[in-house]
């Protein structure tokens, strides 16, 4: 019982232990790692850090064959001791003694280990690693043999000796150094008193450690990481000062090499010319502008640039005089004789050089060659002038308007139909060409436009130059910069006053056709069901006839209302009255009323839409159409006993709805057109519809801000779905 309670505690002092040192580890390994970082950010800091990275690396591979040959030579110790036994180990027991090999078996495989590490790539990027893995392999295997065997052991003198080799032949990284002696005090002072583990025999009563013994330790470690750590700052100072004195070296015997190299490969011509038209210096950029081929040609050649370079020799004296004017000349744009005698276009930058007394001496400057951007911009303008009688060529109107809503352009039509020139609009407002309650919206609209940006269009009205008032639609756009900043809006007019009224004839026309057709629909239902409901009466007609009249008139009727609904969603678009709702609610009320189809046609519908669904904000009358829609299609397109399975599940921001069966389902074709208005499936049983269900699912479901398609191939079923925006994310 005791044992166990010890074990218990020991094991709540281990876990407590463990996690003291590995947050002292990371830190401290942290610390090694990240120490580069607050070095200066330079190159010369990269490569200290490279060089003593390689240093670490080096002199592990001699600290490693030390390590081993040491550890060899106490094992030979002990051999001989076997044979010839030493006085200085008498006291020590022999099953102590024989113990020993075992730990010296471990401590070279350790470090074997570690040597093995150091020739792989992985040491050599991580030399801290095979550092530690040196340190440890001698202290902490140690003592993890000594706590095996239910002692402690104060190996002082492999610790002490271990701590001075690593700060002699690796004196740098002194976090390292840190961690390495950590590890195995930590171990030490801690894993041996939770334990309660005494020393071996013969001291087995004395006290596993002392004040002496600590302040020893610590003093010890203490000096060996100063001396690591000044060390590590002496050779760092002495790298970057090395470093430093061959980069002012390097920079020194480059200075005149660069710049020569900059006035050699300049992309723009170098030049210094006198007052009198001489060039004193030139490099080859100048002189392939030039064509020529040699820099030395242009100072031979050209003795007069005033007439022989300048093809207007008036070019010259504006130069001299605009430097003598101002000290200097920018974008100064000429045409000049090449060689060859072709004319080319340069832009001269350039300033007067004078000596102490304010004596001119020459003219310094470069040269560029802009022919090709001079050509650019021609056509550029070209082009400009092609956009603009393009534009002025489109009968609509068009504008243009800056960010403050001033109008910068228009076309001929803008022009004729609001009956102004172009002088009477460009730099005008709305409010200075249209009438104050159309400008008001005008304005508002543009506003809208500007600070949003994209694409806006909206009808209204517009007083064209006869005064009347016209129905238009426009259609404006921003358009931005070459810098990327709002330039403005463009706009188009379009006159639908036209199409208004053919519009307006139309309705009339329908509503007369479908007044007119569907009131003798409904009259002769009337009277016809009238005649049903009283069998006791004669019927000239036999029932059978009567009943086709009425499912005929059924059909019509159905005809004209599907008919007038399509046409009211195709104009007028789905109107929802909005509301949160449960989505198993709407499904449950479906079913309900479609039950006795269901029966007749002996479908099993499956509902697996759960309640626990998150709420939706929709038109509760609109999807219990959906769903019925969906249903009823399914029965229509398969035979009795078709199974019906409804679903819902959420996906990310939506939520998104099935309703699946395992009829014959329908071709890649047919799935493409299913929701196009009038389509109809080339299997459907017994129906005169005009196709309109599923157009008007695909309405409804666009209305409420989702999406609507069908998954199927012939034999395999159809899976319908559509998804509906769940009401958090819709607000």
């Given at each position: 019982?005791?044992?166990?309670?010890?074990?218990?505690?020991?094991?709540?002092?281990?876990?407590?232990?463990?996690?003291?040192?590995?947050?002292?580890?990371?830190?401290?390994?942290?610390?090694?790692?990240?120490?580069?970082?607050?070095?200066?950010?330079?190159?010369?800091?990269?490569?200290?850090?490279?060089?003593?990275?390689?240093?670490?690396?080096?002199?592990?591979?001699?600290?490693?064959?030390?390590?081993?040959?040491?550890?060899?030579?106490?094992?030979?110790?002990?051999?001989?001791?076997?044979?010839?036994?030493?006085?200085?180990?008498?006291?020590?027991?022999?099953?102590?003694?024989?113990?020993?090999?075992?730990?010296?078996?471990?401590?070279?495989?350790?470090?074997?280990?570690?040597?093995?590490?150091?020739?792989?790539?992985?040491?050599?990027?991580?030399?801290?690693?095979?550092?530690?893995?040196?340190?440890?392999?001698?202290?902490?295997?140690?003592?993890?043999?000594?706590?095996?065997?239910?002692?402690?052991?104060?190996?002082?003198?492999?610790?002490?000796?271990?701590?001075?080799?690593?700060?002699?032949?690796?004196?740098?990284?002194?976090?390292?150094?840190?961690?390495?002696?950590?590890?195995?005090?930590?171990?030490?002072?801690?894993?041996?008193?939770?334990?309660?583990?005494?020393?071996?025999?013969?001291?087995?009563?004395?006290?596993?450690?002392?004040?002496?013994?600590?302040?020893?330790?610590?003093?010890?470690?203490?000096?060996?990481?100063?001396?690591?750590?000044?060390?590590?700052?002496?050779?760092?100072?002495?790298?970057?000062?090395?470093?430093?004195?061959?980069?002012?070296?390097?920079?020194?015997?480059?200075?005149?090499?660069?710049?020569?190299?900059?006035?050699?490969?300049?992309?723009?011509?170098?030049?210094?010319?006198?007052?009198?038209?001489?060039?004193?210096?030139?490099?080859?950029?100048?002189?392939?502008?030039?064509?020529?081929?040699?820099?030395?040609?242009?100072?031979?050649?050209?003795?007069?640039?005033?007439?022989?370079?300048?093809?207007?020799?008036?070019?010259?004296?504006?130069?001299?005089?605009?430097?003598?004017?101002?000290?200097?000349?920018?974008?100064?744009?000429?045409?000049?004789?090449?060689?060859?005698?072709?004319?080319v276009w340069i832009s001269e930058k350039a300033y007067a050089v004078r000596n102490q007394s304010g004596k001119l001496l020459y003219y310094e400057g470069v040269i560029s060659d802009i022919t090709k951007r001079k050509q650019v911009e021609e056509a550029l303008q070209e082009q400009l002038n092609f956009l603009q009688v393009l534009?002025?060529?489109?009968?609509?109107?068009?504008?243009?308007?800056?960010?403050?809503?001033?109008?910068?352009?228009?076309?001929?039509?803008?022009?004729?139909?609001?009956?102004?020139?172009?002088?009477?609009?460009?730099?005008?407002?709305?409010?200075?060409?249209?009438?104050?309650?159309?400008?008001?919206?005008?304005?508002?609209?543009?506003?809208?436009?500007?600070?949003?940006?994209?694409?806006?269009?909206?009808?209204?009205?517009?007083?064209?130059?006869?005064?009347?008032?016209?129905?238009?639609?426009?259609?404006?756009?921003?358009?931005?910069?070459?810098?990327?900043?709002?330039?403005?809006?463009?706009?188009?007019?379009?006159?639908?006053?036209?199409?208004?009224?053919?519009?307006?004839?139309?309705?009339?026309?329908?509503?007369?056709?479908?007044?007119?057709?569907?009131?003798?629909?409904?009259?002769?239902?009337?009277?016809?069901?009238?005649?049903?409901?009283?069998?006791?009466?004669?019927?000239?007609?036999?029932?059978?006839?009567?009943?086709?009249?009425?499912?005929?008139?059924?059909?019509?009727?159905?005809?004209?209302?599907?008919?007038?609904?399509?046409?009211?969603?195709?104009?007028?678009?789905?109107?929802?009255?909005?509301?949160?709702?449960?989505?198993?609610?709407?499904?449950?009320?479906?079913?309900?009323?479609?039950?006795?189809?269901?029966?007749?046609?002996?479908?099993?519908?499956?509902?697996?839409?759960?309640?626990?669904?998150?709420?939706?904000?929709?038109?509760?009358?609109?999807?219990?159409?959906?769903?019925?829609?969906?249903?009823?299609?399914?029965?229509?397109?398969?035979?009795?006993?078709?199974?019906?399975?409804?679903?819902?599940?959420?996906?990310?921001?939506?939520?998104?709805?099935?309703?699946?069966?395992?009829?014959?389902?329908?071709?890649?074709?047919?799935?493409?057109?299913?929701?196009?208005?009038?389509?109809?499936?080339?299997?459907?049983?017994?129906?005169?519809?005009?196709?309109?269900?599923?157009?008007?699912?695909?309405?409804?479901?666009?209305?409420?801000?989702?999406?609507?398609?069908?998954?199927?191939?012939?034999?395999?079923?159809?899976?319908?779905?559509?998804?509906l925006p769940l009401e958090d994310n819709l607000k």
């Open positions: 019982m005791k044992k166990a309670k010890a074990f218990l505690a020991v094991g709540r002092f281990g876990q407590r232990l463990r996690a003291t040192v590995f947050r002292t580890v990371q830190k401290c390994l942290k610390k090694v790692f990240v120490f580069t970082s607050s070095l200066p950010s330079y190159t010369i800091a990269s490569d200290y850090e490279a060089w003593r990275d390689r240093f670490l690396w080096q002199r592990l591979h001699l600290a490693l064959w030390i390590a081993i040959i040491l550890v060899l030579t106490f094992t030979f110790r002990d051999i001989y001791d076997a044979f010839f036994p030493l006085k200085e180990l008498a006291e020590i027991p022999k099953e102590v003694k024989r113990l020993f090999f075992v730990l010296y078996a471990a401590i070279v495989l350790s470090l074997l280990s570690c040597l093995a590490v150091h020739r792989t790539q992985f040491g050599r990027r991580h030399p801290a690693f095979v550092f530690l893995g040196l340190g440890w392999s001698i202290t902490i295997v140690e003592q993890i043999w000594a706590t095996l065997n239910n002692f402690a052991l104060p190996d002082f003198f492999a610790w002490f000796v271990m701590f001075l080799s690593q700060a002699t032949l690796i004196p740098v990284r002194f976090p390292l150094h840190l961690v390495s002696q950590l590890g195995v005090l930590v171990y030490y002072f801690g894993v041996n008193t939770a334990l309660g583990l005494k020393l071996p025999p013969p001291d087995s009563n004395r006290p596993i450690y002392s004040v002496t013994m600590s302040l020893a330790l610590f003093w010890f470690c203490f000096i060996c990481n100063l001396g690591v750590y000044l060390y590590d700052r002496l050779q760092r100072s002495e790298f970057f000062a090395r470093k430093e004195l061959e980069t002012a070296y390097q920079k020194l015997g480059a200075t005149e090499e660069k710049y020569r190299s900059i006035f050699e490969n300049a992309v723009e011509g170098i030049f210094q010319s006198t007052p009198d038209g001489h060039y004193i210096t030139a490099n080859p950029a100048l002189a392939r502008i030039y064509g020529y081929s040699f820099p030395e040609e242009v100072i031979a050649n050209l003795t007069d640039i005033e007439h022989q370079l300048y093809v207007d020799p008036n070019r010259r004296t504006e130069f001299m005089r605009l430097i003598e004017e101002h000290g200097s000349v920018s974008e100064f744009e000429s045409q000049i004789y090449r060689k060859d005698g072709s004319i534009v002025n060529t489109i009968p609509t109107p068009v504008f243009y308007q800056n960010p403050q809503g001033l109008y910068v352009g228009c076309n001929k039509a803008f022009e004729e139909d609001l009956g102004l020139s172009k002088k009477q609009i460009l730099g005008k407002s709305v409010y200075e060409i249209a009438p104050k309650d159309l400008a008001d919206k005008y304005h508002q609209a543009d506003r809208e436009l500007l600070e949003q940006g994209g694409v806006q269009t909206y009808e209204s009205s517009a007083i064209y130059k006869d005064g009347t008032k016209h129905d238009v639609i426009f259609y404006k756009a921003t358009f931005c910069k070459a810098d990327g900043t709002l330039g403005g809006l463009v706009g188009v007019i379009l006159d639908i006053s036209q199409r208004k009224r053919t519009e307006e004839a139309l309705r009339v026309f329908f509503h007369a056709v479908s007044h007119d057709l569907r009131n003798p629909v409904l009259g002769t239902l009337m009277v016809l069901k009238n005649l049903l409901s009283h069998p006791e009466e004669k019927i000239l007609l036999s029932r059978s006839i009567l009943e086709r009249m009425v499912q005929s008139g059924d059909r019509q009727l159905n005809l004209i209302n599907s008919l007038m609904e399509a046409h009211v969603s195709e104009v007028q678009g789905i109107v929802l009255q909005r509301q949160t709702l449960q989505l198993h609610t709407v499904v449950e009320a479906a079913i309900t009323d479609l039950e006795p189809m269901l029966k007749e046609n002996q479908a099993l519908l499956t509902n697996l839409v759960s309640a626990n669904l998150p709420s939706v904000n929709a038109d509760s009358t609109q999807l219990w159409r959906v769903y019925s829609n969906l249903i009823v299609n399914a029965v229509k397109h398969n035979l009795p006993g078709l199974s019906i399975t409804l679903d819902a599940t959420i996906e990310g921001d939506k939520m998104c709805c099935t309703v699946s069966d395992n009829g014959v389902g329908m071709s890649q074709q047919q799935s493409e057109h299913l929701f196009d208005l009038y389509f109809r499936g080339s299997n459907v049983r017994n129906s005169l519809s005009l196709g309109l269900g599923l157009y008007l699912c695909r309405q409804i479901i666009t209305a409420h801000g989702g999406e609507i398609g069908v998954k199927s191939d012939l034999g395999a079923g159809a899976t319908f779905w559509f998804t």
